[in-house]
């Protein structure tokens, strides 16, 4: 199985901290996505880090990636309160390339 | 901005009944998507279709299942003879070219089987 494992399942933290959430899979991947989902809504895609990159920005968000520990991690700075949410990290394997691998996801909690 | 929609918005059904999940890709996405998010649980991917046909599938998705593009705009999941644990979040998504590059997804039909 690919599926990816975020750690940890729940934070909490409080706004204007940063949130670090890390995602891990098992087999070789074409890329690696992050996804949040609110309560009870749809999927928003955040960022697509491929395999030949090692840390992508967009806005306050950071994500690396490291292919020999098969690990990646999302940053979230200076949080606010509508930051809350779960975020998902979802791979497309090498030879999978029409199937999308999601992990169990990290609630986040931003305390106002 | 494109966006992916679905409907209905939730969908109450009794067991052994047929139910069609719509949903309507972004316009020029060439690939099309189905998962499922029983409550609670990760999102679990059902079905690929590319160029009028499947492209892959997962084990969830058996014979009560199919998909169907059947104009240039629908893109439709059926489950034939629903059972309980077929309650769940549907997701259906797109994207331009393969899970290669990111998903756009719609935001669910809640399906609820009694």
């Known amino acids: 199985s690919q599926q990816g494992e975020e750690d940890p399942q729940a934070l909490s933290i409080q706004e204007g901290e940063n949130a670090t959430m890390n995602c891990s899979y098992k087999?070789?991947?074409?890329?690696l996505q992050w996804y949040r989902q609110n309560s009870g809504r749809g999927l928003v895609h955040l960022i697509l880090?491929?395999?030949?990159?090692r840390e992508k920005h967009s806005g306050r968000l950071r994500v690396t990636l490291d292919t020999s520990k098969k690990s990646s991690s999302l940053l979230i700075t200076a949080s606010r309160a509508a930051d809350t949410a779960s975020y998902f990290c979802?791979?497309?394997?090498?030879?999978?390339?029409?199937?999308?691998?999601f992990g169990t996801g990290t609630s986040l909690t931003v305390i106002p | 901005e494109p966006e992916v929609t679905q409907t209905p918005s939730h969908q109450v059904t009794q067991m052994g009944q047929e139910v069609i999940l719509r949903c309507v890709p972004i316009s020029n996405h060439l690939y099309f998507y189905w998962y499922r998010q029983i409550l609670g649980q990760k999102v679990e991917f059902l079905v690929s279709?590319?160029?009028?046909?499947?492209?892959?599938k997962s084990e969830i998705f058996d014979d009560q299942f199919s998909v169907e593009r059947p104009d240039g705009s629908n893109f439709t999941l059926k489950i034939r003879s629903t059972k309980l644990e077929d309650s769940a979040m549907y997701f259906c998504?797109?994207?331009?070219?393969?899970?290669?590059?990111?998903?756009?997804f719609g935001p669910g039909t809640r399906l609820t089987v009694l």
């Open positions: 880090i491929r395999s030949n990159e």
């Open positions: 279709f590319y160029n009028n046909e499947i492209s892959e």
């Open positions: 998504a797109s994207s331009e070219d393969s899970a290669y590059n990111e998903q756009f």
């Open positions: 087999t070789s991947i074409n890329n």
């Open positions: 979802a791979t497309a394997g090498l030879n999978t390339g029409n199937q999308f691998y």
